[in-house]
C-alpha cells in the first residue's frame, strides 16, 4: 500500500515538473514576441527631446510591441496624431487619445509610423515622438564559430526552473 502512495506521489510531482516547464516554455515565448517601452527615460515630460532619446537607444519597434506613457494626467495628455499633425503641433482630429491614468499604455498593430503628442502647447516643448514600427523582429545572424563563447542561454526563470525540478526528483527519490 505504501509503494501505490508512493508512486501516487510520484506522478503528481512529475505532472506538476512538466506543466510548470511548459508555463516556462510559454512564458518564455511571450516575452521574446512583445515588448514593453517606455516612452522617454524620465517617463512623458516637456522640454525633453524624444527624438534624440529614441535616436541614443538605437531601438527598433515591431508589430505587438507596447509603448508605456507615464505622466501627469493632470498637466498632460498623449494623442495619437497623423503626420501633417505632428510636424505642425496640431492637436485637432487627433487619431486617438492615449491618456486614461497617467501610466498608459498603447499596443503598435501596424507597421506604420506612429505619431504622438501632447497637446496645450507642450508638443511646442518638445513633447511629440514618432515611432517607426516594423513587421518582425529580424532573425538573429548565424553566428561565427571562431574563437566564439557558448552563448548564454539560462535565463533567470530557467535556471528558478531548473532547481524547482532538481528539487522535486530529490523529493520524489528520496522520500
Sequence with gaps: M???GRTTVRKTVWSMAISAVAVMVILECAAAAE???KVGSRGWIPDYNYTDWLNQRHEHFY?????????DKHSYNVLEV????????N?????KN???GGRDVVQLTEARPYYFLSSGGYCWGGMKV???????APAPAPASTKNVSPPN?????????????VAMAWFVLFL
Excluded at 497623423?82 to 503641433?89: L, Q
Excluded at 492637436?91 to 487619431?95: K, L, N, T, Y
Excluded at 514618432?130 to 518582425?136: G, K
Design 63 to 71: 508589430v505587438g510591441d507596447w509603448l508605456l506613457f507615464v505622466f
Design 35 to 37: 515588448q514593453l517601452h
Design 2 to 4: 505504501e509503494d501505490s
Design 91 to 95: 492637436d485637432q482630429g487627433f487619431i
Design 98 to 100: 492615449i491618456t486614461r
Design 130 to 136: 514618432a515611432i517607426n514600427v516594423e513587421d518582425l
Design 153 to 165: 542561454i539560462l535565463s533567470r526563470q530557467m535556471i528558478v526552473l531548473i532547481a524547482f525540478c
Design 82 to 89: 497623423n503626420e501633417t499633425n505632428y510636424e505642425s503641433c
